[in-house]
């Protein structure tokens, strides 16, 4: 157990829709990281917060939004789903070295 | 960034050593190499990482070259628990928050039995 949780596991919804996934760092951590992962496809960077700042972003759309909050947990919010959205997304916390990996939420778009 | 490159796949028969290896010829002086797994569809985990002297712990061994031009990721006796996607990547090491992890497309590692 890497102590990071992220919720839902899984989720289905239909395109144009718009969802938030949730993530909880580990105890201690000030450091979040999203990432998505295509099928069978490497992991693509989406941004980074640091104590509740953002401190860098990657390859997220502009339909993709993120925040991280006072007590450090973060969301990711994904509006106007497509199909290609369809992926897994996780969240990783730290203290920058090394990073720890949540289970990641599956997001499937219909 | 610091770039990495990997073979993308290797096998390994169970029980044999696999060493699997990454070049990162563009890497600075105060950049760390870091390797992580991915085990099929599940988060990838921390295995180990080092700056220039050859490293140790519970999971695998990591010998990076004098010139740290390249390194070796070293599970001395692979297991079929081991198959998995192995990440090379390069990073350095400063203010916390200051710096981020790009992945690239790895090693997928088939342990045969």
């Given at each position: ?33 999203w990432y998505q992962q295509s099928?069978?496809?490497?992991l693509q960077f989406l ?12 390859n ?25 959205d369809?992926a897994l997304y996780f ?20 | ?113």
């Amino acid at each position: 157990d890497s102590g990071v949780t992220q919720t839902p596991k899984h989720l289905i919804t239909a395109t144009g829709q718009r969802v938030t996934l949730r993530c909880s760092p580990r105890s201690g951590d000030l450091s979040v990281y999203w990432y998505q992962q295509s099928l069978d496809q490497g992991l693509q960077f989406l941004i980074q917060y640091y104590n509740g700042e953002e401190r860098a972003k990657g390859n997220i759309l502009e339909r993709f939004s993120a925040q991280q909050f006072p007590d450090l947990h973060s969301e990711l919010n994904l509006s106007s789903l497509e199909l290609g959205d369809s992926a897994l997304y996780f969240c990783a916390s730290g203290p920058d070295s090394p990073l720890h990996f949540g289970n990641g939420t599956r997001l499937t778009v219909t | 960034d610091a770039k990495t490159t990997q073979p993308p796949s290797m096998d390994c028969a169970e029980g044999r050593a696999a060493n699997l290896p990454c070049n990162h010829s563009t890497i600075s002086g105060n950049e760390y190499v870091y390797w992580y797994r991915q085990i099929h569809s599940q988060g990838p985990q921390y295995i180990i990482h080092g700056l220039k002297n050859n490293e140790t712990n519970e999971m695998a061994s990591l010998i990076i070259t004098e010139d740290r031009k390249s390194s070796t990721l070293i599970l001395p006796h692979a297991t079929l628990r081991d198959t998995a996607v192995y990440y090379c990547i390069v990073r350095p090491l400063g203010m916390p928050g200051t710096y981020k992890y790009i992945f690239g497309t790895g090693t997928r590692l088939k342990v045969l039995a």
